[in-house]
Structure formats: structure tokens, C-alpha cells
């Protein structure tokens, strides 16, 4: 006999709340239930590997949302009987309902996002103990080789960098000095991204000029604190969340489902300076960019950079504009000004403050050449991306 629904379903939400992706997932749960409600939540601060909660097996429940880490959390699911939507492993919940991310999408679209720069040579750096990183990663590679290029594969396994950092990180380097320049890397996921970053730190290599590299989830924390910031792949945690809800809600109505896995597209690629231009095969031009990169928000001049190549004026201005499509001035120019955009949205610092540490002589030069650049003021940007969610 059918379970009678309550008036106010009880819903436990087994998500962890650590990462950017799971908040916004839980944040488009709360608009569904806000929208079609009340229901009576347990929801607590999780991990991933967070143990189900023990009252779990006995509980006088109506239905649950998991992201599901371990078969033994897969288990006790089952046991209970309920009406359940898993958000996370398919292979460890069979016979569940899913939403989840369109892995397919993800590989594919990274692809593109570096064959659209220039880039010919690609990795990839995954877990092979996940199935949906190599998903993320079969469609990555099978896109790239349709254009006609190769792609070297480097699969981790999480024991390896748990055991020894350093023995992981050195392996590491050891790989990406022997890929050929410049090469396009996808990592599986953004913890993978940064190990990437710290390696190629390490090793000496220049990004993205000789390498670029892009994660997948656009975890915030983790792609602002790499250096240079990770270029990543932006989850739809929010469509995942309220779809899911809106599962639950129909097997707790005792519906049957015409649709029981639903996959949601990503959102697109956020940019950041790991992958944040076209290839550049010019050494000369390679090394300015980098130059630039490193000295434009302290005040580097043309001329210096001139110096430093042992290159006239002229020579660097028609190469990098053969290159780049920009001479070095506007090149200096455009970091200088994607580092006030970052301060602006992610600060509260002021425009003085700000235009000491990017390069300009007076906030109020700052402020003239922004407002010529962006047609808004920096003041105005500044709310208008804060607005944003």
C-alpha cells in the first residue's frame, strides 16, 4: 500500500556543502521548495566522504536528495525504501532517478574552448578510479582528435598525491616537461587544475603562454587561489538542485516519472589567466606576453620589455600584432585592466588603492581610462557585477 503524503514532506538533503557547484545546488533546491512547499528539511554542514547520518536507517521519512560518495551510503539509501534523487554517482545508484551534469558537454566543450585559441597539442590529467572524470575526459579526447590532433593522457590516482605530495607533484613535472610547446590541458576537476599549476610553477613553465590549462567546476575558492587564477568550466548547480526537487516531489506524490535521468549542459567556460589567450607559436612574442604578464601591474613600460628581448621597438610591435592582434602597449593595457576589473568585483578596496597595485600613477587617470574603456565608471562596474549573482 501507498505511503499517504503529509501535508509538509520530510526531505533529507545528503549533499555536502563544501563546494561552490553544491551550494548552488542546494541554493535551486530552496527555490523549488519556496516555490511549490513547505517541506521540513534535515539538511548540515557536509563533506563528501560525511558518513549518512545514523537515524538514517530507521527514520520516518518521505524522500531524499544524495550525492552519493560510497557504496556503503548507497546501501543504507536503498534500505529505506524512499522515494530518492541522487545528484551525483549513477553507478552506485542504479536503480535511483538522477540529475546530474552532461559529462559528454563537459569534455566537448573544453575542447572547443582550446581549439578556438589555436591549440594543436593536448593532455588531459583525471582520476581514473571515476568514471564521470573519464567520461569528461573520453569526450575531451575524442573531440580533439576529430580535428586532427593528438592528445596525451596522464591518469592520477588519488592515493598517489594522499601518500606523498611531493613524489606526485614531482611526477608531475616530470610529464609536463616532456609535452611538446604549448599545449592545451584539461583537467578533470579543479583540484586537478591547481596541482597542474603548482607543477608547472615549480618546473618553470610559463602559463598559459607554453602551457594553458582548464579545470571543470569553477570552484571559486580553489580557481582564485591558484596562480595564475584556473580557467574553468561552470557547473549549472542551480538547474541540477531545482530539477531534482522537482523529481522528488513527483515520486513523493506517488507519480511515475517519464524522464529518469536528466542531464543539465554547463554553463560555459569562466576565463581566467590559465587559458586566457590564443596560442602563441612566436618564441619572441611568447616570452613578451610573459613579461607583461608578470610586470604590467607594477608599471613595466614598452621600452623595458624591448630591453629585456633584446628586440627593437618596431620589431616586438609587428610580431606580437601578427600574433595577438594587439601591439605590446595595449597588451600591458589589457592586464592591467582585467587586474582593476578582478579587484573591483572581488574587493572592497578603493580606486586609489586600486590603482597603486595595477599599474596606473593616479586613480584619477584610472577612472578616465576605464570609463573610455567600459563606458561605465569603475564605482558603476563595481555594483553592477556585485548585483550579478
Given at each position: 500500500?501507498?505511503?499517504?503524503?503529509?501535508?509538509?514532506?520530510?526531505?533529507?538533503?545528503?549533499?555536502?556543502?563544501?563546494?561552490?557547484?553544491?551550494?548552488?545546488?542546494?541554493?535551486?533546491?530552496?527555490?523549488?521548495?519556496?516555490?511549490?512547499?513547505?517541506?521540513?528539511?534535515?539538511?548540515?554542514?557536509?563533506?563528501?566522504?560525511?558518513?549518512?547520518?545514523?537515524?538514517?536507517?530507521?527514520?520516518?521519512?518521505?524522500?531524499?536528495?544524495?550525492?552519493?560518495?560510497?557504496?556503503?551510503?548507497?546501501?543504507?539509501?536503498?534500505?529505506?525504501?524512499?522515494?530518492?534523487?541522487?545528484?551525483?554517482?549513477?553507478?552506485?545508484?542504479?536503480?535511483?532517478?538522477?540529475?546530474?551534469?552532461?559529462?559528454?558537454?563537459?569534455?566537448?566543450?573544453?575542447?572547443?574552448?582550446?581549439?578556438?585559441?589555436?591549440?594543436?597539442?593536448?593532455?588531459?590529467?583525471?582520476?581514473?578510479?571515476?568514471?564521470?572524470?573519464?567520461?569528461?575526459?573520453?569526450?575531451?579526447?575524442?573531440?580533439?582528435?576529430?580535428?586532427?590532433?593528438?592528445?596525451?593522457?596522464?591518469?592520477?590516482?588519488?592515493?598517489?598525491?594522499?601518500?606523498?605530495?611531493?613524489?606526485?607533484?614531482?611526477?608531475?613535472?616530470?610529464?609536463?616537461?616532456?609535452?611538446?610547446?604549448?599545449?592545451?590541458?584539461?583537467?578533470?576537476?579543479?583540484?586537478?587544475?591547481?596541482?597542474?599549476?603548482?607543477?608547472?610553477?615549480?618546473?618553470?613553465?610559463?602559463?598559459?603562454?607554453?602551457?594553458?590549462?582548464?579545470?571543470?567546476?569553477?570552484?571559486?575558492?580553489?580557481?582564485?587561489?591558484?596562480?595564475?587564477?584556473?580557467?574553468?568550466?561552470?557547473?549549472?548547480?542551480?538547474?541540477?538542485?531545482?530539477?531534482?526537487?522537482?523529481?522528488?516531489?513527483?515520486?513523493?506524490?506517488?507519480?511515475?516519472?517519464?524522464?529518469?535521468?536528466?542531464?543539465?549542459?554547463?554553463?560555459?567556460?569562466?576565463?581566467?589567466?590559465?587559458?586566457?589567450?590564443?596560442?602563441?607559436?612566436?618564441?619572441?612574442?611568447?616570452?613578451?606576453?610573459?613579461?607583461?604578464?608578470?610586470?604590467?601591474?607594477?608599471?613595466?613600460?614598452?621600452?623595458?620589455?624591448?630591453?629585456?628581448?633584446?628586440?627593437?621597438?618596431?620589431?616586438?610591435?609587428?610580431?606580437?600584432?601578427?600574433?595577438?592582434?594587439?601591439?605590446?602597449?595595449?597588451?600591458?593595457?589589457?592586464?592591467?585592466?582585467?587586474?582593476?576589473?578582478?579587484?573591483?568585483?572581488?574587493?572592497?578596496?578603493?580606486?586609489?588603492?586600486?590603482?597603486?597595485?595595477?599599474g596606473f600613477t593616479h586613480s584619477h587617470y584610472l577612472q578616465a581610462a576605464f570609463k573610455e574603456r567600459h563606458g561605465i565608471t569603475p564605482g558603476e562596474f563595481r555594483k553592477d557585477k556585485r548585483q550579478k549573482p
Open positions: 500500500m501507498t505511503k499517504a503524503r503529509r501535508s509538509i514532506p520530510r526531505v533529507a538533503l545528503l549533499v555536502e556543502t563544501t563546494r561552490t557547484y553544491t551550494r548552488e545546488l542546494l541554493g535551486g533546491v530552496r527555490r523549488y521548495v519556496a516555490e511549490h512547499g513547505p517541506w521540513s528539511t534535515f539538511i548540515e554542514l557536509r563533506a563528501l566522504e560525511s558518513s549518512p547520518p545514523p537515524w538514517l536507517r530507521n527514520w520516518d521519512g518521505d524522500g531524499i536528495i544524495s550525492r552519493t560518495f560510497t557504496q556503503e551510503t548507497a546501501d543504507i539509501i536503498a534500505a529505506t525504501g524512499l522515494p530518492t534523487v541522487e545528484t551525483r554517482s549513477s553507478h552506485l545508484c542504479r536503480d535511483l532517478p538522477s540529475v546530474g551534469m552532461d559529462n559528454r558537454l563537459i569534455g566537448r566543450t573544453v575542447a572547443e574552448h582550446f581549439l578556438n585559441r589555436g591549440y594543436r597539442t593536448f593532455a588531459t590529467y583525471s582520476l581514473h578510479t571515476e568514471r564521470f572524470f573519464e567520461e569528461r575526459v573520453q569526450n575531451f579526447v575524442t573531440t580533439v582528435r576529430a580535428a586532427g590532433c593528438d592528445c596525451a593522457l596522464l591518469p592520477e590516482r588519488e592515493s598517489d598525491s594522499v601518500k606523498d605530495w611531493e613524489k606526485s607533484q614531482s611526477r608531475l613535472i616530470t610529464w609536463l616537461n616532456k609535452l611538446p610547446k604549448p599545449v592545451g590541458i584539461f583537467a578533470a576537476n579543479d583540484q586537478m587544475g591547481v596541482r597542474l599549476l603548482d607543477a608547472c610553477q615549480r618546473a618553470g613553465l610559463s602559463v598559459p603562454e607554453e602551457v594553458a590549462v582548464v579545470g571543470t567546476e569553477n570552484e571559486e575558492t580553489l580557481c582564485e587561489f591558484a596562480s595564475p587564477p584556473l580557467t574553468s568550466l561552470r557547473f549549472d548547480g542551480a538547474t541540477v538542485g531545482y530539477l531534482a526537487a522537482q523529481m522528488l516531489d513527483q515520486l513523493m506524490s506517488g507519480k511515475v516519472l517519464t524522464q529518469r535521468e536528466i542531464l543539465v549542459p554547463p554553463k560555459g567556460i569562466v576565463v581566467r589567466a590559465s587559458s586566457d589567450d590564443l596560442v602563441i607559436n612566436d618564441q619572441l612574442v611568447a616570452r613578451a606576453a610573459r613579461l607583461i604578464r608578470e610586470g604590467a601591474t607594477t608599471g613595466v613600460t614598452v621600452d623595458e620589455i624591448c630591453r629585456k628581448l633584446n628586440a627593437s621597438r618596431s620589431t616586438l610591435e609587428r610580431r606580437m600584432h601578427a600574433a595577438l592582434n594587439r601591439t605590446p602597449k595595449e597588451e600591458i593595457q589589457r592586464i592591467r585592466f582585467r587586474a582593476v576589473e578582478h579587484l573591483l568585483r572581488d574587493t572592497d578596496l578603493t580606486i586609489d588603492s586600486i590603482a597603486g597595485q595595477t
